[in-house]
């Protein structure tokens, strides 16, 4: 059995038919939410009762209705003015396999591409955020010249502020959505098609210290796509490796494992001084990720790849503990 969220957009207008063997169902158990109607148009929340459904839960409907899916708790919360319910639920999912379950791929991630690929591909970086910052300083700029709450006076915001409060709410979630929607859908075809993928262990709170690319590290998502690809590789039947934080996949050269003592950032392809080998370094980086996964294969009860600790040795107690990938 494994827990799966499920959201869908909930809208407070009554439904026009009444579910009478649903309704009497939930009155049997008053606290337990449902997701019932012909085509999963409605849910059954306590205290809030019957709402319907903006989006259809019908896929949810049907796993209730076989008893392969049981709803154990749903949350409603509001964001960008629009009000969400997710459902906590058990279900039991079949058994299922990638489309090439021998295929190892190494994904490195960055700003100018949101993922290069071991294979070659490359996928643009939509950057979502920079291309509404004009709409969002804008609406920023509107909200600031609006009368405001004030803590110390204890006055109370004006209808014009909580308009221009909802704007620039609504803007920002738009932005977010749009950057989930992306990734879920890289992610997603990632988990389906490869039964390895290997991604690096980025230190990304320290990324974001850099003031000139903070705003751009933080619109990527890095963290949230490692995250999906987590469930998603359970899911499908593959699994995710994850490189150790220390290893160094951008100074190896990809053809000779030569690896250099220093590789700049503004340095964006990788020349080896070994074999002579010229590459983009962020396809190169991907190329020893995937070449990292046969490390792992014959590394026994744990990867080759671990090096470096968590914390620094004292002078009496512990050794220093292994990094390995999480």
């Keep these: 059995m494994a827990r799966s969220p499920q959201n869908v957009s909930v809208s407070s207008r009554r439904p026009a038919g009444e579910l009478a063997a649903a309704l009497r169902a939930h009155a049997e158990h008053p606290f337990r939410p449902l997701v019932v109607g012909y085509l999963g148009q409605l849910t059954v929340l ?5 709402l319907k459904l903006h989006e259809s839960a019908r896929k949810l409907a049907r796993r209730v209705d076989n008893g392969t899916a049981r709803i154990l708790s749903a949350t409603v919360r509001r964001d960008g003015g629009r009000w969400h ?17 021998e295929s190892v791929v190494g994904a490195d991630v960055g700003i100018k591409h949101l993922a290069v690929l071991s294979t070659g591909e490359l996928v643009d970086n939509p950057r979502h955020l920079v291309a509404a910052h004009a709409r969002l300083r804008a609406l920023g700029r509107a909200l600031s010249r609006k009368a405001g709450p004030d803590r110390r006076t204890g006055q109370c915001p004006s209808h014009c502020w909580r308009r221009a409060a909802n ?4 803007a920002h979630a738009r932005v977010a959505n749009l950057r989930r929607d992306g990734l879920h859908k890289l992610t997603t075809g990632l988990a389906r098609e490869h039964g ?4 690096e262990n980025l230190n990304v709170s320290g990324m974001l210290r850099n003031r000139r690319l903070a705003r751009h590290i933080a619109d990527a998502g890095f963290a949230e796509m490692r995250r999906q690809l987590t469930y998603k590789t359970e899911w499908n039947g593959g699994r995710l490796l994850i490189a150790d934080r220390w290893h160094p996949s951008s100074k190896t050269c990809s053809g000779c494992g030569t690896a250099k003592a220093k590789l700049a950032l503004s340095e964006r392809d990788h020349h080896c001084e070994a074999c002579g080998l010229v590459m983009d370094r962020d396809r190169d980086t991907a190329l020893n990720l995937a070449a990292l ?9 744990g990867p080759v ?20 990938p999480a």
């Design 293 to 301: 996964a046969a490390e792992f294969d014959t590394a026994g009860s």
């Design 46 to 50: 306590p205290r809030l009762g019957r």
């Design 196 to 199: 390895t993928i290997v991604v």
């Design 85 to 101: 319910v997710s459902f906590t639920c058990e279900v039991e999912r079949a058994e299922r396999r990638p489309a090439r379950p």
């Design 305 to 324: 790849a671990a090096r470096g600790a968590d914390q620094k040795t004292r002078a009496r107690g512990q050794v220093a503990v292994k990094r390995e």
């Design 167 to 170: 704007r620039l709410g609504r």
